[in-house]
């Protein structure tokens, strides 16, 4: 069966026309949705409801506008964007607290042997404490500087400068 006759009969809604274009293109277009969520399980769930949408509006797409693939593929990557610049997709990608973090390192024996831990604990020597609030909001908890001056109730520029020297203490830290 020829593309053209397989993608009128997707937009008919013929379920063997899906299946084989699901076939077709699924691997591609989970392929072009990893790339920009970096992660398989979220990309697979993306990818299965850009053919539910495409499936649902089929009528829209038009050959005269451009290969049924691009089609596709542009909504998959729209489906993608969104759930990256989605709330619940930033608030997934949060790691642990510092302090969860710090802890469980002190609570090891001799972290320069554990093979995920060597030369951890010479980079957290002597933060201060308002390093491990900045430290812990910007890269731990993923927020902006500007969420993180809102939280701490300071000026922005305070947070940069305070993540500026905080980096420099961790840099000094490596050096040692």
């Not at 989970?30 to 969520?37: D, L, Q």
Request: aromatic share 10%.
């Amino acid at each position: 069966m020829e593309l053209e006759e397989l993608v009128e009969k997707f937009r008919m809604k013929d379920a063997k026309a899906f299946e084989k274009l699901y076939s077709m293109y699924a691997d591609n277009i989970c392929g072009v949705i990893f790339n920009i969520v970096k992660n398989t399980d979220i990309a697979q769930e993306i990818c299965q409801d850009v053919f539910v949408k495409a499936w649902n509006n089929s009528e829209s797409y038009n050959i005269s506008k451009g290969r049924f693939f691009t089609w596709m593929l542009n909504i998959a990557r729209n489906a993608a964007i969104d759930e990256v610049r989605s709330k619940s997709h930033k608030n997934s990608k949060q790691n642990l607290s510092s302090d969860f973090f710090v802890h469980i390192l002190e609570d090891k024996n001799d972290l320069n042997t554990q093979v995920d831990t060597i030369g951890i604990k010479s980079l957290l020597t002597n933060l201060k404490e308002k390093c491990v609030q900045i430290i812990d909001l910007l890269y731990f908890k993923g927020y902006t500087q500007k969420e993180a001056a809102e939280e701490l109730e300071i000026p922005i520029g305070t947070v940069k400068t305070r993540n500026r020297s905080c980096i420099a203490q961790i840099r000094g830290n490596i050096a040692i």
